[in-house]
């Protein structure tokens, strides 16, 4: 059979349940490499379960060459409660890899992760969102900048420096080509959902996995420089600008949101542009309630940015 599910056991919860990872194998009618996708690390990003689920379903098993690994909930805690760390232990399961199989049960996810999955993969794509909340769209350069671009989003990122721990950071080192994705999240828009399979499908093409040509239609402008702009306030964040300013040109010094206490109407902060010439990466468009230290906005600098 060219497709399998395979659901691997990482442990049990307290009441008997299993902690299971479900793993997709495509095997291609031609020979190729093993690309694997995941999605939903952060347990309040599952816009990239839906990309995924629609990728198995669009994909023709007789056009394929090679094997597709996917991967759709990589943490099933966090996505029954919808929360970026694993409610048992509070970690952020995408700062522990390779994992630990006696350690805390976001670690024994991270080491079956490796083991069951990108120990596996020839290439490999991970998909990220902005949360249930704010929504994000653009690329990471990590170690495959043409595969990046092949994604054809309008940003990318170099960033200085890398977060440790993360399945992308464990795959570099092995040398595997890897491709961190951020789109969409909060209101999860169609747009966003279509926009992430026609991305994959480019990468797919890209690296001859099904028949066509890869196509770079946006001019993509690459950031090396973003700020990420939390709250030192909680309370109600009304925006000024909505959803539609993602990927959108700010300039000079702008109001992005207020922050009012709800009981007694105070304004207790207001938020920023950080640059003069402020592009909008990451964003909070509806009005709601906002913790202090929660992700509000990420701006990039077009000032030093590639062209």
Sequence with gaps: MSRKFEEVTVTHLSNGEKVSLGIHTIKGSKPGPTLGISAAIHGDEIIGSEIIRRIYESINDEELSGTLLLLPVANPLAFEALSRNTPLDMNNLNRLFPGNENGWVSEQLAKSI????????DF??????????????????QNAEEMSRAFDFPL???PADVYEGTTATY??????PSVTVEIGGGPNFREHIDRGIKGIINC???????????????????????????????????????????GKKIEGKQVLANIYNPKTFELLETIETPFEQNIVVLMRGLVGKVNAGDYGYMLGNLETAER
């Design 114 to 121: 490796v083991v069951n999955f990108l120990d596996q993969v």
């Design 124 to 141: 490999y794509i991970d998909l990220h969102a902005g949360g249930a909340v704010p929504i994000v769209d653009y690329v990471y350069i």
């Design 204 to 246: 797919l093409k890209y690296l001859k996995m099904i028949p066509g040509d890869t196509v770079i239609s946006s001019k993509q402008t690459v950031l090396s420089e973003i700020q990420i702009i939390r709250p030192k306030q909680g309370g109600m964040l009304v925006p000024e600008y909505s959803f539609d300013h993602v």
């Design 156 to 158: 990318l990122y170099r």
């Design 171 to 176: 795959t570099t080192e092995k040398g595997i």
